[in-house]
């Protein structure tokens, strides 16, 4: 062929037709609008609230929710879910804990007491442990991702417990003496005014977006998160990139763990209760899709501080718990209800969405551009 | 409302934009009472757009819609079904969960007081099946069907609903040459009892054995309409591409070299059945520059030979061995690095990941080469995309624009075009044409040429007999796992269908 019809090559580029849609920058930008919203709303209604202690002090609590976030997003991303992060998070802090009360062998009669660092690094271990195993189970044992960190999740707990009949280790300070001291500077202290664990959060989110982006892993698992078949069929090591993906989750959960420990200066055994929920929401907030192969850090980040920020503002203002989780319910179906609103809209207009090629074909990942279903389940 | 008229639908001025997109430019197009109005155009020159229109899956962006007079707007499929418009949707819309009956019933289920008529919506099913003489059980599970039978059930399902107007967007691009007879017959059982039909196709010659009115679309626009007496192929490719077309020859002037791919004594076991082999020790060699064609009805084992040498499936015996090694234990993703690509047959399933973007996924199985250090490197990965979306001619708003707002054939050659990209020694192509218009298809066939002049080795697998003649040196034709029989490129038609099984039964 070699006469060109007019037009041949396609017209201008897309984004030129929606390059200024405020509405459609609102949308599109829910999450950060919803963090300025929010951050309005308690700034006017308590003096305290935007203030940069007080900025600080909840972005360090924000941290160990979006470390969790992260490693969840990936997981996301790949398709699957992990419910066992919570658990994770709690046993690290639990792994810690006991190092720190030092290693007695009763055989030998001697009793070790281990460095920091070498604790940071037996904890992450764990963490990276557990995902191993759930990553193993999902990928090798084909067990669907729901089931294995469902049951990872009372096991690890269920461990956790075991560790100390329920008890909680309430003294990771350690002593000069012994060698161990300066747990709590993960938690406490401050490079510059900022928290240490808000510096984790930022090298971690750093590190994942340029992995997702820059990399040839992240591609496969945007690839193998969108369609597993065709992504196998073009070479992409598609079980070996979902047990990493199990495995970064654990050593996140597991690097939140010790920064919770270290903030409160204790480990229980519960810690991280039900953490694993707020991160799926922090995840989904920030605009990922739950079938996979869709969403960013940012807007993870950006999901974790909207419930972060609003949860601590409740508490700053002075309403009662029971209406916080009411409050936080709302916020996520409210972010989830926008994430519809934008797909259809999409569709609609169907400039940058890649419209409907009609009803896609279920169960293959839709043939076509999003679904509002996706983010919806 | 006049019976008389001969027009049942017309469409005037309609315009269809997609941001920046104009995929119809004021498009006036009638369909004929009891009549086959035959759509032509290239991948991408709106015939989708403009049937979806027609069928309430999509909203013109300006125009009308006049049905039998009166003018109509439709605000779904529900609606323009209930004035009797059907569609059969060029990518499949099926629900692979469920079964045969379930899918073709979907949302329109037969009830009874207490639920469901399963009993009645199974007996009309077997009657449709009996309809398209073809032999498949109500209660299949959709996913356990091949390509070509989940096609079937698509064309059952819009036959279920007893339309008026029933519009086939490439109802045959999975189907064999004795399932398009079948299913020719249909459609004139169905113009005789006075429905009206649009039908797309990119297989011209067998398109104009149904058509009565032709109309060729190009770029939005009607650029001709005829009677399809006063008309040939010449005719339509004409106004398709604007010249004339030739798929070419099988390209010469260079000896082969060495054999690059050599399966020995290769078997696949039915998953169904394991006892039975889908593949039964069959052997092929093909040589550096070769390019065969492996010729075979749907089911005769061809797809299942490909995924095999791909390592997409296990092999029961033999050994397949590349350039003297043996890759039979190999994983797909060692065996494209070894220079071996397979392009899957269907390729909403195996071939695209909807979620990204054109680039990434014309880039996907070549991502290694980009990686420089630990990072990819950008300008490369671009570099790569726009040549290969300049050489395969794929009609895209951009590299960043997403997979599904191409046009299926688009979508094809993204596919090809992802293989080709990882600069393969040998490449095998299950059925690749599904859905390419002629000039893509040329375009694709003398890259393959070219590729293969300079030692490519092609595994080109079809039903179409004419596709073998112009591309391959060789042609092999496979019935019930096993080649029966091997011809030059100086083959008939007529004997090549013949070995398939084909004219037995046609
Ligand atoms: N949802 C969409 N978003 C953006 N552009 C689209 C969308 N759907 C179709 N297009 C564009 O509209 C044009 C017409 O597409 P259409 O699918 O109608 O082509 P077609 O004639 O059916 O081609 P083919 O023979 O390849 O199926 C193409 O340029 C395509 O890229
Ligand atoms: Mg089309």
Redesign the pocket.
Known sequence: MTTSAPGRN?SRPAMFANGFNLGRLLLQGRAFFALIAIIVVFSILSPNYFTIANLLTMSSHVAVYAILSIGMLLVILNGGIDLSVGSTLGISGMVAGFLMQGVHLKLLGISLYPAVWVVVIVSCAVGALIGLVNGVLVARFKVAPFVATLGMLYVVRGLALLMTNGLTYNDLGGKPELGNTGFDWLGFNRILDIPVGVLVMVVVAIVVSVVLNRTAFGRWLYASGGNERAAELSGVPVRRVKIWVYVVSGLCAAIAGLILSSELTSAGPTAGNSYELTAIAAVVIGGAALTGGRGTVRGTLLGAFVIGFLSDGLVIIGVSAYWQTVFTGAVIVLAVLLNAVQYRGRRKA?ATG??PQTPSREGTPAAAGPVPEKTAA | MSSTDSVVLRARDIVKT??A?R?LKGVNFDIHRGKVTTLF?E???????LMKILSGVERPTSGTIELDGEIVEFASTQDAAARGIAIIH?ELSLAPNLNVRDNIFMGRELRTRTGIDFAEEERRVRALMQGLEEDIDPLTPVADLRLGQQQIVEIARALSINSRILIMDEPTSALSATEVEVLFRVISDLTSAGVSIVYIS?HLEEALQVTDFAVVLRDGSITATANAADIDLEWIVRNMVGSDYDLGEPPTGYAFGDVALSIEHVSVADPENPERFVVDDLSLQVRKGEVVCIYGLMGAGRTELLEAVAGRVPIAGGRIVKDGVDISGLSIAERIDAGLGLVPEDRQRDGLVQTMSVGSNLSLASIGAFVRGLFLSGGRERELVSTMVRSLQV??ASGEAPI???????QQKVVIGKILATDPDVILLDEPSR?I?VGAKGEVFRLLAQRAAQGLAVVYSTSEVGECLSIAHRIVVMRRGRIVVEFGSDATKEAIMAASGEAVVA
Do not use: E, F, I, P
């Not at chain 2, 991948?43 to 757009?49: D, I, M």
């Not at chain 2, 599904?404 to 688009?410: C, P």
């Open positions: 396609g169907a890649g419209g | 997609y941001g997109t995929a155009g991948n991408g020159a709106g015939k989708s757009t060029q990119h009609k895209t599904g707002s191409l046009s299926g054939g688009n859905g218009d």
